[in-house]
């Protein structure tokens, strides 16, 4: 087994990452590992390095690695005290950067993995500011007072470098508005490359945007998670959706029960996560949840954007312990962190202090004391020194000049720490071992267990001039899977709160029973046609209303379809095709609730045929109006502001749908309108499927005088006048002769330019094209990075 030199240059004494790496199982599961909290040490320089030592190669490695895969049964000998040595080397001037040199000894059976190490030179981030202005005109009385000019550029980071390496925790630390989360979107590339400037490379490689969402998983500050599933439901999910089809599901349920354990999740496993409304787990361990989702495909790099925000200190310390875990086991952990405790400080190994996007400290805690003495403001004894940097730096910010002599001084101090390491003897060490390339990194992450998602066939290929490193497919899982998860997922959630769709039930059954005793047993006389075209025109206009409800649906999930999606976790095409599989079986519910709560009741005609097509009509009322709300749900992000939109648009569709006003009556310059309401093919559809029956009258003999003055005349005289227009016409009219049928009727509405088939397929292809604009919504609504 190999053996390290012992330079710890600045961090405190503590076992290597690699040595206790050793006791990790290689199947890329995750475990704890408990670290006392080290004595502060002075930094001391490092012993030059000058006996050569030979490399090992990464076929070697994978070799071994095989090996004692295939030896898992026999236990792995603990080497004998292994070290790893740390480096202050300044990629940037001013900057203190650190690197481990893995080095194996003559002889050594066991090779040890070259570091890896994810670098940021020069991050400079700038948005434009608005002006701030009155929108009301300024009064001729009034004086007004000059306003202070604004920088039309914010500069939001400012020339930030550093590193962060695998079997560390790199915590972002500042006050509110100082640049930590803008540097996780930096790091994470959720800031679209023309405005970020600087560089971000992993052992000196750049990260294609696509192959970074598949080794690195990014946690958000808020738990954004589905409140009926329960612990392992949500897990599960996550493990199906990061996880390849190729992994038997005995082994995915595995994961996910060790995953469970890992995160100290065991007496919550049943426990729905909740919400407001539903009592469920508690926020520490519905953080610890997120942190599982995210991690369940044992990612090579974790951001994590301030992940005990709003925690206790005890439910805090267990979610960066679970940090600590996950970053021994070979990942690069990268988290900003709003001030943590004393406990919380001695598992941290990196600190990043920002001021207004500007770096005024970066090292590991042991040299915070030693700092701020340099800086003439030391650290008072039994003080946090965290709180004292934070409290120190808030406090310069409230002066003129900022926290820019803290700035300048860490410049200064870091270039002397530099020089210190970098000439122990007056001479210059660049004796350093080559780190691997990323897709080396990648394919010998891969053959211990990491990245699940990366492997194929449980096969790992030697990269080489010949053959290419392993290659990380985008999707973990096909369409169809995919499919198949979220529509398993949605069915459960819908499951288990039934009040939505019974709610939407009632409504539309209290609304046909309103409409039933209204319009009850129309008959065919003039004012029963009248009566049916009111009828048709309330019916379909109501069914588009009553599909409002689905617009807050997506709002709902928004965020979480935002988490999922922008690590590849689906694509965007499944979940639109499954929210559409899992919503349409209610649909077909309500038609026939409707269609039987009505149809005979109003005297409706047709006989079976008739009643059959009104179901089919207003089934695909239902699925186009839900489908415009599901649309606008894409397209605005508010449910305050989608409310408005559809009522007042599903206003406008019933005004041009031709019951109002005829189609030939419309201006022109508002016909195009007419064609594109909704609300125009239902409502034509029922009409001819009413009057299409050329046998049907619905105007007999005086009945012609109804709805006209001459309505008021008694009957004997309606006779005379029917009389004499017999004479003057030539044509006998009596009391029994039709005047109007269904098909002239449908001519006096203008409603001849489609038959009823044609209106039920457009209808039904109007829910089809809004299905199609929602996903079109989501491609271009889902990006997730700043500009």
Known sequence: MSRFVDKLSFFDRRSSPMEEAEDIPRSGLLHHYHEPIS?????????????????????????????????????????????????????????????????PSEGGSEGQLLPLVLKFADLKYSVKQRKKGSCLPALPFRRREPEPEVPRMKMLLDGISGEARDGEIMAV???????????IDALANRIVKESLH?????????????????????????????PMLTVEETLMFAAEFRLPRSLPAKEKKKRVQTLIDQLGLRNAANTIIGDEGHRGV???????????????HDPIVLFLDEPTSGLDSTSAYMVVNVLQGIARSGSVVVMSIHQPSYRILGLLDRLLFLSRGQTVYYGPPSLLPSFFLDFGKPIPE????????????????????????????NKSWQMRMANRIRHPDGGHHSDRLPVMSLKETISASISRGKLVSGATGGTVSVPSESAPAQS?????????????VLSRRAFINTKRTPEIFIIRLAAVLITGFILATIFWRLDESPKGVQERLGFFAIAMSTMFYTCSDALPVFLNERYIFLRETAYNAYRRSSYVLSHT???????????????LTTFFAVGLAGGAEGFFFFVAIVLASFWAGSGFATFLSGVVTNVMLGYPVVVSTL???????????????????????HYISLVKYPYEAVMQNEFRDPTRCFVRGVQMFDNTPLAALPPALKLRVLNAMSTSLGVNIGTGTCITTGPDFLAQQAVTDLTKWDCLWITFAWGFLFRFLFYISLLLGSRNKRR
């Open 173 to 183: 630390l500042g006050a509110s508005g100082s640049g930590k989360s803008t540097l």
């Open 282 to 296: 508690s926020g520490g361990e519905r953080r610890r949840v997120s942190i599982g989702v995210d991690i369940i």
């Open 382 to 409: 039994n003080e946090n020194p965290t709180e004292f940097a934070l409290d120190l730096i808030k406090e310069l910010e409230t002066m003129p000049g900022g926290a820019k002599d803290l700035v300048e001084h």
């Open 39 to 103: 004595a502060m040490l002075p930094p001391e320089p490092s012993p030059p390095m000058n006996a050569k030592k030979p490399s090992i190669t990464l076929a070697q490695l994978l070799k071994r690695v095989n090996d004692a895969r295939s030896g898992a049964s026999t236990p792995v000998s603990s080497p004998s005290q292994s070290h790893y040595t740390m480096e202050i080397a300044g990629s940037m001037p001013g900057s203190v950067t650190s690197a481990s040199d893995y080095a």
């Open 472 to 484: 990380v497919s985008k999707f973990a899982n096909p369409f169809w899977t995919e499919m198949g």
């Open 198 to 226: 600087g560089s971000v490379t992993i052992n000196g490689d750049s990260v294609d945007s696509n192959l970074l969402k598949v080794i690195s998983a990014y946690v958000m500050q808020d738990d954004l998670l589905y």
């Open 651 to 673: 206003a406008y569709f019933l005004l041009f749908s031709g019951f109002f006003i005829n189609r030939d009556r419309i201006p022109r310059y508002w016909l195009w309108f």
């Open 581 to 595: 599989i899992v919503g349409f079986p209610s649909l077909i519910v309500l038609s026939f609730a409707f269609a």
